[in-house]
């Protein structure tokens, strides 16, 4: 069981650099985030995806793109790295957006901006 | 719109004592809740969910939590804490509120002392 698949797991940018972090899954579900984590802050929503083609932003989206051209594939891409997206990035999928499904996580990419 | 607290950026406990990891949530309609927890690099795993069907409900790994409207809690606890229950813990509140959002606690990190 898979599940949910981030690459890479670790790496290090200097500013201004751009990279595309990746993230799929394999139990054909619809809806998929981003998150980004720091120290003592919780997790915060970067993007979400409801289907293939279809994508919004969460609460931090500022710096970052997304795109979803299909159901198991939802790549995060920073175009100008700078040193505040220096995080532990997550991305998570679900069954559907109905409140009572949980979200099941990748391992998570870590990522520093020097 | 809704939040959760968690109580307790930092929770030592004996090998064999009681864990009580503290959540708080504010909704105005009815929640969902949920317990996940991190283990070092790793990304989030289920724990438990309250749906409604049950106020106290057990999850993996010997964990429960109880579902108290009236304190807006939902604490999870353990009754004896074993030294692989060392991880970071969070509690998420999921309520509708346009589209269903999914908020997550600032984590509470649990150490087991031998």
């Known amino acids: 069981n898979a599940g949910v698949t981030q690459t890479p797991k670790f790496r290090i940018l200097k500013i201004g650099q751009s990279m595309t972090l990746q993230c799929t899954q394999d139990?054909?579900?619809?809806?998929m985030y981003w998150y980004r984590q720091d120290p003592g802050m919780g997790l915060k929503l970067i993007y979400y995806?409801?289907?293939?083609?279809?994508?919004d932003k969460g609460e931090v989206p500022n710096g970052y793109n997304v795109s979803r051209s299909t159901t198991e594939d939802f790549p995060l891409r920073l175009e100008l790295a700078a040193p505040s997206q220096t995080s532990v990035y997550f991305c998570?999928?679900?069954?559907?957006?109905?409140?009572?499904?949980?979200?099941?996580f990748g391992d998570g990419t870590r990522l520093s901006i020097l | 719109a809704q939040s959760v607290t968690q109580l307790g950026s930092h929770v030592s406990v004996s090998e064999g004592a009681l864990v009580l990891l503290r959540c708080n949530y504010s909704?105005?309609?009815?929640?969902?809740l949920f317990w996940y927890v991190q283990y070092p690099n790793q990304g989030l795993q289920l724990l438990l969910k309250?749906?409604?069907?049950?106020?106290l409900v057990k999850g993996i790994n010997g964990f429960e939590a109880e579902f108290k409207k009236s304190e807006t809690s939902f604490h999870l606890t353990k009754p004896s804490a074993h030294m692989s229950d060392a991880a970071e813990y969070f509690c998420?509140?999921?309520?509708?509120?346009?589209?269903?959002?999914?908020?997550f606690g600032t984590g509470t990190r649990l150490k087991v002392l031998a």
């Open positions: 998570a999928s679900s069954y559907s957006q109905q409140g009572n499904q949980p979200q099941h």
């Open positions: 139990m054909n579900h619809n809806y």
């Open positions: 995806s409801v289907g293939a083609g279809i994508t």
């Open positions: 909704s105005s309609v009815p929640p969902y």
């Open positions: 309250y749906t409604s069907a049950a106020t």
């Open positions: 998420a509140v999921s309520a509708l509120s346009g589209t269903y959002k999914y908020i």
